[in-house]
């Protein structure tokens, strides 16, 4: 079964004071394995909050979201990390853990064997093989936020959503980020990144431009 994430007049508000702010407004996306979709838009126009619907870390106030893997099709929030991974942009490392500790939890937590060889290269794409033995809180912002990639990655995730995963590399480092989300689609999973990054957005198969929580330019391909 190939993987999927579909949302349906999604829309999310927030209270700040007294006001109803509207975050997401009648959202509809459709995403299936093997693509990889970027998200793109100016600050506060709803990316971010689209990327936490999908991953089931918020709720929307109406609509639908349902993912479907080889498990069959459920809300995002009843998925494991091997179903649905997420690139956040908190990054959420633990500071006492080594990378390969960090990166290895997925696998810990599940109880079960990360591909080694999948995630060797994950080490050596990402350039941080070199710090497989230091502890998080050592690494620069740069290199914490490949580790949270290589983490993603290292269960081979059905679904991918990365939140500016990019905005702390050069750009060398940006492309090599972007070069394993890239593979992660090619190997047939749901990718969906939201990003500024002008380069990174040529590695996506579509482009969803969002404004004031809708989608207002989609299908925008690239290439």
């Given at each position: 079964?190939?993987?999927?994430?579909?949302?349906?007049?999604?829309f999310r508000t927030y209270r700040r004071g007294?006001?109803?702010?509207?975050?997401?407004?009648?959202?509809?996306?459709?995403?299936?394995?093997?693509?990889?979709?970027?998200?793109?838009?100016?600050?506060?126009?709803?990316?971010?909050?689209?990327?936490?619907?999908?991953?089931?870390?918020?709720?929307?106030?109406?609509?639908?979201?349902?993912?479907?893997?080889?498990?069959?099709?459920?809300?995002?929030?009843?998925?494991?990390?091997?179903?649905?991974?997420?690139?956040?942009?908190?990054?959420?490392?633990?500071?006492?853990?080594?990378?390969?500790?960090?990166?290895?939890?997925?696998?810990?937590?599940?109880?079960?064997?990360?591909?080694?060889?999948?995630?060797?290269?994950?080490?050596?794409?990402?350039?941080?093989?070199?710090?497989?033995?230091?502890?998080?809180?050592?690494?620069?912002?740069?290199?914490?936020?490949?580790?949270?990639?290589?983490?993603?990655?290292?269960?081979?995730?059905?679904?991918?959503?990365?939140?500016?995963?990019?905005?702390?590399?050069?750009?060398?480092?940006?492309?090599?980020?972007?070069?394993?989300?890239?593979?992660?689609?090619?190997?047939?999973?749901?990718?969906?990144?939201?990003?500024?990054?002008?380069?990174?957005?040529?590695?996506?198969?579509?482009?969803?431009?969002?404004?004031?929580?809708?989608?207002?330019?989609?299908?925008?391909?690239?290439?």
């Amino acid at each position: 079964m190939t993987s999927s994430v579909r949302m349906v007049a999604g829309f999310r508000t927030y209270r700040r004071g007294d006001e109803a702010v509207t975050a997401l407004q009648a959202v509809d996306i459709d995403v299936v394995g093997g693509e990889f979709i970027a998200l793109t838009g100016p600050s506060g126009s709803g990316k971010s909050t689209l990327l936490l619907v999908l991953a089931g870390w918020e709720i929307l106030d109406h609509g639908l979201v349902e993912v479907s893997t080889s498990a069959g099709t459920r809300a995002p929030a009843d998925l494991q990390w091997s179903e649905l991974a997420v690139v956040p942009q908190a990054l959420g490392l633990i500071d006492d853990l080594t990378v390969a500790e960090n990166v290895h939890l997925p696998a810990r937590l599940a109880r079960r064997a990360a591909n080694q060889a999948y995630g060797a290269e994950s080490f050596e794409s990402l350039d941080i093989e070199k710090l497989r033995h230091a502890r998080a809180n050592e690494l620069s912002l740069g290199e914490q936020q490949r580790v949270a990639v290589a983490r993603a990655l290292v269960l081979q995730p059905a679904v991918l959503l990365a939140d500016e995963p990019s905005t702390h590399q050069d750009a060398d480092h940006g492309r090599t980020v972007f070069e394993a989300l890239r593979r992660a689609a090619d190997n047939g999973a749901v990718v969906v990144v939201a990003s500024h990054d002008p380069d990174g957005l040529r590695f996506a198969d579509r482009v969803l431009t969002m404004a004031d929580g809708r989608l207002v330019e989609a299908d925008r391909r690239t290439g």
